[in-house]
């Protein structure tokens, strides 16, 4: 609490001093579940790998030990156990080795080279959807002389994916999880972001699909924080309406009204 208080001073501060009302110059997006998502199930896509190499799974069954796996190794290593000494393949790999462990798959020979393959079968755009609205958003907002940046908990290979789906060029820089070694909600990364940008917190926005991550994180920071809530699911009634967006088609025009 302590913490917060002290952002929420700085915040107020900010708008005594007039810097909340400085034009905005830069947006900050997250990537997953915002500008694209993973196009079929995991399930799906580890059991097709899987029959590459000869073998015969369930997606459902493969579905349910991935989302095991996942939150085992989240809880265990968070961030992709930066700190204990991991990265962002290992990590994965780790995952996916114990997602068909679970499976009744032993052959360690053979978890490895799944694990390896998934690992970068992933920086493929067939595994990859840009959700319908996302570069319309992105060529709007330049043309309004924004200048954009991403802030995502994700690994190293977000450049390369952005790349394959043709969004990279939309971006002045990148800040990974991974990369900046810590993730959100931890405030440090929107910081190691602000410092890219240049500028007060107040003359940037940021648009994500996490309540926490995406919202109020950033405003804890004095960033102008935007909540996509595609399918109306976000339950959190202390969020303004001007603050919610149903579709990236709405966020220029939110934005224009931070503009000088």
């Not at 905005?24 to 580890?46: H, I, M, P």
């Not at 959100?184 to 917190?201: E, M």
């Not at 960033?223 to 595609?230: E, Q, S, Y």
């Not at 976000?234 to 224009?256: F, G, T, V, W």
Request: proline share 3%; aromatic share 8%; glycine share 6%.
């Amino acid at each position: 609490m302590l913490y917060l208080d002290i952002r929420l001073s700085h915040v107020c501060g900010l708008i005594s001093a007039g810097v909340m009302h400085a034009s905005l110059r830069w947006v900050l997006w997250d990537v997953k579940d915002t500008l694209l998502k993973v196009r079929a199930s995991v399930g799906e896509q580890y059991c097709k790998e899987a029959e590459r190499l000869g073998l015969s799974l369930s997606p459902e069954e493969v579905d349910a030990a991935f989302h095991q796996a996942y939150k085992q190794y989240s809880s265990r290593y968070p961030n992709y156990g930066i700190a204990q000494g991991l990265d962002g393949q290992s990590w994965w790999m780790g995952v996916v080795r114990d997602t068909f462990s679970q499976c009744r798959v032993q052959d360690p020979a053979l978890l490895n080279t799944v694990a390896h393959n998934l690992y970068h079968n992933f920086c493929n755009a067939e595994n990859w959807e840009v959700f319908p609205d996302s570069k319309a958003a992105l060529e709007r907002c330049s043309s309004l002389g924004l200048k954009l940046g991403v802030v995502s908990n994700f690994d190293s290979r977000l450049e390369a994916i952005l790349q394959v789906c043709g969004l990279r060029s939309h971006f002045s820089f990148l800040i990974t999880s991974e990369e900046a070694g810590v993730a959100k909600p931890n405030t440090a990364i929107f910081d190691q972001a602000l410092q890219k940008c240049g500028v007060h917190a107040a003359n940037v926005a940021h648009i994500g699909d996490h309540y926490v991550n995406d919202y109020l994180t950033p405003r804890s920071l004095g960033i102008h924080g935007f909540l996509l809530d595609r399918k109306n699911k976000n339950n959190q009634h202390n969020i303004p309406s001007e603050h919610r967006l149903n579709s990236l088609k709405e966020l220029p025009s939110r934005l224009q009204q931070h503009m000088d």
